[in-house]
């Protein structure tokens, strides 16, 4: 198979959201072996996640965005081919959406065997600890400013990682998680957000309940609003 923007995004983020999916999966459903392990388990596992579709993502000839945000954000400011960004973005939310249906799979007997219907929801989006619209929007644009401004500046650094340059960013992952991520979430990215729930609304889940589509739009508005953001701020400082 020849490699391809389409098939680099689309793989990519299929294989972060299986292994994101999966780490939640682990540590909030029931009868797991990794259950009640706790938010630096999550915070490492979407790291690895990360590591893995970017490597994947680059090597299969994306650019390692796996996220709507930076892939529009970096059009806008013309670091990005703008004509790629609907295939970008479509490969993306496919990718996104067919990693949450692999994780489902391979935890279907734990999620038969929870009760809870939040943590179940839990696996595929995200929720705030603290409900509050506009707070919550502002939480996602900064962690998806830090996000970006620190991959942007990692990029026009000298690297000597060669193979594991996609290290820096997981490691900017580890960081938004452990530090910002505990009144979100940290979705930080559209499509890990929207695809997931769009599967999880879809997936016959017993004893699922709804996938909140209110709060739906502040992991879409937010992340984009922090990307364009930094890319914005990051350009004026590079002059």
């Not at 479509?90 to 929870?114: C, M, N, R, S």
């Not at 997931?196 to 017993?206: D, N, T, V």
Request: proline share 5%; glycine share 12%; aromatic share 10%.
């Amino acid at each position: 198979m020849i490699p391809s923007p389409f098939l680099g995004e689309f793989t990519g983020t299929a294989l972060l959201i299986t292994m994101g999916a999966g780490v939640v999966a682990n540590v909030v459903l029931s009868k797991t072996n990794g259950n009640n392990s706790g938010w630096i388990v999550i915070s490492f596992g979407w790291a690895l996640a990360v590591f893995l579709g970017v490597y994947t993502s680059t090597t299969l000839g994306g650019s390692g965005h796996l996220n709507p945000a930076v892939t529009i954000a970096l059009a806008v400011f013309g670091d990005f081919d703008s004509s790629l960004v609907l295939t970008y973005l479509a490969a993306q939310l496919a990718g996104a959406f067919t990693g949450a249906v692999i994780g489902w799979l391979a935890y279907k007997k734990h999620f038969d065997a929870t009760a809870d219907a939040d943590l179940k929801k839990a696996v595929f989006c995200t929720a705030p600890s603290i409900r509050s619209l506009l707070y919550n929007t502002i939480t996602e644009a900064i962690g998806t400013f830090v996000l970006l401004f620190g991959a942007l500046a990692a990029s026009k650094s000298a690297s000597t990682l060669g193979a594991l340059d996609a290290l820096p960013v997981a490691l900017l992952v580890l960081g938004i998680g452990l530090s910002l991520g505990g009144a979100t979430g940290y979705a930080i990215n559209p499509a890990r957000d929207l695809g997931p729930r769009i599967a999880h609304f879809i997936l016959p889940i017993p004893g699922k309940r709804d996938s909140d589509w209110s709060y739906a739009w502040v992991p879409i508005a937010g992340p984009i609003v922090g990307a364009l953001a930094a890319a914005y701020a990051f350009k004026l400082l590079m002059g």
